[in-house]
């Protein structure tokens, strides 16, 4: 990656949308011009050889997710059927993948 | 006032044990301290009127303390130096705010900061910097300077801070402490508002080795509220080799200035010439570890920080819509430098640049940490300076988001290898300005660490350095 990025307003709208923020004109383009300086000097990763990268990060793999089984539960009224889950020494108590709590 | 002095904990306990002192007469003495001093340094981001005392039979019994404002202590404001968290009252106490109420010891309040721990020089902070204690034209660096400046000034033995990229260590070495950014995993980070979760560490600053063991001692161990804490299955001792060896890495010193570059290299001579065993070690990938950690940090503060939107608690800035609410919220709520990061982390993890960008830094990282292991196989520890610069004045970086990146040259490497890394003062320059040294340890060494660094405090005499720094008696109307 060669020069300075330059991030187009397409980009910086999109960046800003995905960060929730909503700049006006001036910071906009001071941010515009922090964020390709910024984005320059992380490529410098690039100098490391990749060799000396390797073996540290697995691969990607999908882990299957363990479901638990639907219940049905019936409750009095709204409310208690909105209520939060069980609390316990100031946590709230919810089953973890195998059921137990 | 004196320069970095003030007594240590082991001399505040045996004032306590031989009656010249009471827990009262410290904690009335820390408070003069503070209240007379802060209007100049700045140091603090909340004084509590009634101090977290802790119980009367801990070992660190009366020993006044303060913690940094990203750190929970409940019913306390916790808001990282930023407007969005304005208001917000914690409900909970971290790990480290109940190990330290349990070993006795008394909070005092919370230091000023960067905000959100991101920076350099504590200048990022919503309420304005805090200034150094040695030069009050100068940054006590960042971002636990709030922290640094209150145990340099003298009004605390130790204070807690946190560490990211070097946010223990360099305002140590910027305020002539000792700072100990411990083993990934080593300290709960149950309660500390998270920046960049991979990262963050909490560790102590004192005056004195002797202090940050003690602390660390108490802090440290396996928290069931943070999985990220492990008992390490064989951790070192401190007994050193008759000849202990240090590998410095003399490819990195071109990253600093020709007057810390000089003073190192002495410092190296002492070394040597004390018997110790100076190793050449090699760490080229370090050379880029700032630019890894810049993308790294970037991208995981901006999940962190998604969960901040004004709706639930904070400063909420009202929209037409709930979607308008939030970005307003965010925008007046975080500062330059937070939407800098969020911004540039967003940018790092977007579906079409992450392998550029997110993906390559993991894979970096892996590098840093590989150089560094083999490193250690052959000292043991490396040493190397802490910081590039001597403290730098007020606004000479602000705005300039890379030169102040640049502070973390030095810290970044062991942050990315989530080793050990301890800031010690090693001497001062004609104008009073405190230099400092970097040990780094095997993962789980801290015991190790101390140990040497004993060794080097004798060595570079570190007491007189102390208490020959810069005093602080400059004239009433000083800015």
Redesign the interface.
Known sequence: MSGEPFLDDLDLERVERLAQLELDEEAREALRADLGRILAFAAQMGEIPDQACEGGVDEETVVPMRWRADRVLRFEGLAEAVAAPDRREGWFVTPDSDGRT | MTGVAGPTIAALREGMREGRLSAASILEDARAKLLEEEPRLHALRHRYDRPETGGADGPLHGVPYLTKANVAVAGRPLDCASRILEGYVS??DATVTERLRAAGAVLLGATNMDEFGMGSSTEHSCDGPTRNPLDLTRTPGGSSGGAAAAVAAGWVPFALGSDTGGSVRQPAAFCGLVGLRPTYGRVSRHGLVAFASSLDQIGPLARRVDDVAEVFAVLAGVDPHDTTTVEPADEPDDTLPPVPRVGVPRSLLDLATPVVREHFVRCVETLDAAGLRVVDVEL??S??AT??Y??LA?AEA?SNL?RF?GLLYGRRVEGTSWE?T???S??EG?G?EV??R???G???L?ADQRA??H?????????V???HHRALASCDALLLPTAPTLPFPLGERVDD??RM?GSDVFTTPASLAGLPALALPSGATDEGLPHSVQLVGAPFAERRLFALARRLEELFEVERVQRDLLRLDLPEDSP
């Open positions: 409900p909970f080229p990938a050379h880029r630019a890894i810049t993308v970037a901006s998604a939107d308008e939030v970005r307003r965010r925008t975080f330059r939407q800098r969020i911004l540039s967003v940018f790092a977007a550029h960008y993906d390559r830094a993991r894979r970096a990282r892996h590098a940490r590989e150089e988001p890379l990146y």
